[in-house]
């Protein structure tokens, strides 16, 4: 064999095996069925109530998340404003990354019972997780004002130290927290924080 034709044989050999690395990148960066385990997140963000439960049926109700859901959702079909139901649900929309149905289930709840410090805390942490930093105070001053909570207080001082950049508030939220503070290790966080 010449050292040309080699040089061909080698070339076409590297050409060859660029090809299949190539390939094999974009197979497996592609929604190949082999790699897929669970609904794009755009599908299941989009999917609240009725829409979520036929997602899931969709996906297979046997996981014991979803098997969940479908009891708390007949749950609610027999009383529509159960508080306790329609946070856990939200709760479990959450868990799922259903920020559109987390926040539905908690804004019923909120409806349902106005006085209830649970609703607003739970629509704050769904708002603070999507970077509605205002809108997440706004919810947990609300809880704050119907039941007093040292963790929802160091919550609330977070946002506004970190994201909303109101360092009177913060502060004053700290303060207050530490005051009727029982948990230790909460304790602890929230003196590291005053200490800044």
Known sequence: MTDSSRRIVLGALSLGLAAMFVLSVAWRMGDHPLIRQKAPASAMQNASGGDAMRSMMEQGADSPQAQAIMGLMQKMKDNPNDVDTLLQLSSLFAEQGNNDGAR??????????PSDHR???LLGVLLSREGNWAEAAAQLERSISLKDDAATRYSLAVIYRYHLKQEDKARANYETAARICEDPALAS???AELDK
């Open 189 to 191: 966080m929230i003196r």
């Open 119 to 121: 609703p607003p805390y």
């Open 104 to 113: 539905e289930m908690a804004q019923r709840a909120l409806v349902a019972a």
